[in-house]
């Protein structure tokens, strides 16, 4: 069933897409990672944060987004299935969701029950547009409440696994799928009456209305389609997605670059383009689709800090200046920045020096290579939600990460964030299909500060040859156990602790070198890798073997919270 929609693809903007927005750098603009000038500036008001991708005629699902914990993962599976989908607060006008073309709305879950006072509600376009709905969780219950059915306090809160029993078999929601099927469920109210002219598609031992719909496409499901612990739940979605939505599944990667690279062509015109490289794979990914769409009106700027791993800053030019052929401006200010952080001690002073002598250093190099009309960078969908969700601005500041100085005063440029829209795994994809190796690909994330946060007390050129060397043979027989890839980091700290050792017939006095190896999903929780003790032994070995000054090495075996994955 594909439902009509009163858009025309008229409707789209001029320059979907690429988002540019002044910034003018007088003002206490902050810095997101300190090699992405102007992130903290992109704390957009929902108004601005259009949502809109590169692609005019495009289709989009719009995921009303009520507070689940699994918001960004229903945007997720959807893109997976080849449809673009942005989250949109509940409250978003009917004006700035028809820019993005929807094809049907998913309203999530959320903590609220349908009659606290104030609980978010559908906005009334969600049915007079006639486009399908499918409400999860909390987006049920709403549903049922606004359209007459009965919703009431649960008498037994049901959480976890739960089996499905379909009572329909020819509903388009559930074609292809087994009469009996595992679902995870995670919900205190419930749907008791169904509204007028709706069926009950499903039931749970639980929960006799599991699943709901009318021949309308407004659908509702109790349980959680989006998490992996409802196995066929991606089916779920997409027979929505395609049978009730008449999607075609036009978010691919290839549709993606070619938008980006139309859109950054009309934004940019004759204008120049600067971007701070890191050597990461957003500010990759995001340099090399300019440079596909603007060529030599790009130059990227490379700032060596000193506080790179070894051989990163040979490896990063060799990809993009000699493989990629990006004019790319390299600035090897090690020395600065040492002297900067002479004598200093405390990791948030640390952040804050580097984060203000890049700006400089970036400044004078901006200005060597002339004036720039626009700044690209490798901000991505993650950032854009975190940094306008309510629980981003009370949460408590553990490191200023993305907090670490201004803008220089006399900039003024636009900027560019083709990655805006995008998860990191799509991120990857793109890079992958523009052609970036794969080492750059998959490379795990490095903070900023480097391994100036990974030395323990001052930092100072002798102790960053000792711990370099180290890092290095860490990653090294990572990489050789072929873990590299599933870890989320791997690197070696230099402790401030000396210890008694015994090498051959002496006494040794030596440093402490600390390995950290975590998984992770997003940084904001992590687990230490039990890494085979093999492993561990021959990283151990090789460090006290081969770096001088190093005798003791042990392993850290903290998860995020309590700990950090840094140290510092
Ligand atoms: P923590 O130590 O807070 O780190 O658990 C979480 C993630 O952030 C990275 N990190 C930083 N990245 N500038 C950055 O660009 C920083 O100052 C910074 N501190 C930590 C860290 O490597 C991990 O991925």
Redesign the pocket.
């Known amino acids: 069933m594909t439902m009509d929609n009163d858009l025309k693809s008229g409707d789209q903007p001029e320059n979907p897409g690429t988002e540019t927005r002044r910034v003018s750098t007088s003002g206490d603009i902050e810095l ?5 000038i102007a992130k903290g500036q992109e704390a957009t008001k929902p108004s601005e944060d259009t949502g809109r991708f590169p692609g005019v005629d495009r289709e989009s699902i719009i995921v009303l987004d009520f507070g689940s914990q699994y918001n960004m993962l229903i945007a997720r599976r959807v893109r997976e299935s080849k449809v673009y989908s942005v989250l949109m607060p509940p409250d978003s006008s009917w004006e700035s969701i028809a820019s993005l073309n929807p094809r049907g709305f998913i309203l999530s879950g959320g903590p609220a029950s349908v009659y606290d006072p104030g609980a978010p509600m559908p906005p009334p376009y969600i049915f007079e547009k006639r486009l399908p709905v499918l409400g999860i969780c909390y987006g049920m219950h709403a549903l049922a409440h606004q359209l007459g059915g009965k919703v009431v306090k649960g008498e037994k809160r049901e959480y976890g696994h739960a089996v499905l029993h379909l009572n329909e078999q020819n509903s388009p929601l559930f074609q292809g799928l087994p009469p009996s099927l595992p679902v995870w469920m995670s919900h205190g109210d419930e749907v008791i009456e169904l509204p007028p002219s709706f069926h009950n598609l499903a039931s749970t031992d639980n929960s006799p209305i599991a699943a709901m719909g009318n021949d309308q496409g407004i659908l509702g499901l109790a349980f959680h389609p989006e998490v992996a612990h409802t196995p066929l739940g991606k089916s779920i979605l997409q027979n929505f997605l395609y049978n009730i939505c008449g999607c075609k599944g036009t978010w691919t990667s290839g549709n993606f670059i070619t938008d980006s690279i139309q859109s950054i062509k009309d934004t940019v015109g004759s204008g120049r383009v600067i971007c701070a490289l890191s050597g990461g794979v957003d500010s990759s990914v995001a340099a090399t689709l300019v440079h596909k769409a603007i060529g030599d009106q790009l130059t990227c700027i490379f700032v060596n800090n000193g506080f790179l791993r070894r051989e990163e800053a040979e490896r990063t030019l060799e990809t993009f200046r000699r493989n990629l052929k990006m004019k790319i401006k390299y600035v090897d200010a090690t020395e600065r920045f040492l002297k900067c952080l002479a004598g200093v001690i405390d990791p948030e002073l640390k ?1 804050q020096r ?2 203000e002598e890049f700006i400089r250093v970036f400044e004078e190099s901006a200005s060597q290579i002339g004036q720039a009309d626009f700044l690209a960078q490798g901000t991505l969908y993650p950032d854009v939600i975190e940094s306008s969700s309510p629980s981003s601005k009370a949460s408590v500041k ?5 907090n ?1 100085g201004g803008l220089p005063a006399n900039m003024s440029l636009s900027l560019i964030e083709p990655l805006r829209y995008l998860f990191k795994d799509e991120v990857r994809e793109v890079g992958l299909a523009l052609g970036l190796p794969e080492d750059v690909i998959w490379r ?6 480097g391994l100036a ?1 990974r030395i323990i007390g001052e930092v100072t050129r002798e102790k960053l040859e000792t711990l370099r060397a180290a890092d290095w043979i860490v990653m090294h027989e990572i990489k050789k156990a072929k873990l590299y890839r599933s870890l ?2 791997t ?1 070696a700290v230099l402790t401030d602790v000396k210890s008694v050792g015994v090498m051959g017939d002496f006494r040794t006095y030596g440093n402490v070198v600390a390995v950290r190896a975590v998984t ?1 999903e997003d ?2 929780t ?1 687990d230490w890798a039990h890494l085979p003790y093999d492993l561990l032994a021959r990283i151990s070995n090789r460090i006290v073997n081969e770096v001088p000054a190093v005798n003791r090495v042990v392993y850290d075996i903290s998860s ?1 919270p309590p ?6």
Do not use: C, D, N
């Not at 997101?32 to 992405?36: I, K």
């Not at 553990?398 to 993305?402: A, D, E, L, P, R």
């Open positions: 997101g990672t300190y090699l992405e952040r580097i984060g553990i490191k200023t990460h993305h670490v795990q994330p490095f903070p900023g500060p946060i989320w980091q690197f992770s940084a904001m992590a995020k700990s950090t994955i840094e140290w510092e």
